[in-house]
Each structure stands twice: as structure tokens, then as C-alpha cells.
């Protein structure tokens, strides 16, 4: 199993973010993580609400791919900053119940990633 699906898989079990290693979403990748995805939406939208919402993969994925980069841009420090706000734009814009649901899977740990600076000034 490779490292990103592990990452992404502890995430959501545990809610614990542990990287070894930038998270990469290749091709070979992608079946076993949209497994993942699928069956962790299964248990998330059991907490919503009204009729059963579906699982919208491309959704999904752009939210993990989102938190994944974001998690990665904390921790590493070899990234220049620039790179770091390039590679963090959400550029996945949900259009329906099902893609905002399937994003919120993994943008929902976005809270604990995103803290505010201290400010320097004082």
C-alpha cells in the first residue's frame, strides 16, 4: 500500500495526520484510494441528515488531494513559500449536494491544519 493512501487512510480512521513523505496521487494509486474515499463517505454520511448522499469521486479526491498538499506544505519546510500557496488552491468548485459532501470528507480536517501566526510584532 503506498504511503499517500496510508496517510489518507489514518487520517480518516483516526484523524491523526502522519506523513514520511509527500503525498503523490498517481495513476496506480488512484483505484485503492478512491476505495478508501468511497468507503470512508459510506460511514461520513451516515452523520447527515435527510436521504442518503452519493459519493462524487472527483469531489473526493480533489478535497484529499487538497488536505494531503496542505498537510505536506506544514510539515516539510523545503518548499518555498510561493510553491506552498501555488500548490494549495482549491480549484475544484462543487456544483451539487454530493460534491460539496464528498469534499467536506477530507477538507473537513482543514481547521487543525490551517493555524493562525503568532504575531511577530509584539
Known sequence: MSSTVLFLERLLRLGEAVLHDRPSFSSEERPALMRLLEAAHSQFRLDV??????????????????????????????????????????RFVPANPEAHLSGDLCLRYLAAVHRPRANSAS
Open 49 to 90: 441528515a435527510g436521504a442518503v448522499v452519493p459519493f462524487d469521486p472527483h469531489a473526493g479526491l480533489a478535497g484529499a488531494k487538497f488536505l494531503s498538499q496542505a498537510c505536506w506544505f506544514l510539515v516539510s519546510g523545503d518548499e518555498k513559500p510561493d510553491l506552498s500557496r501555488r500548490g494549495c488552491i482549491f
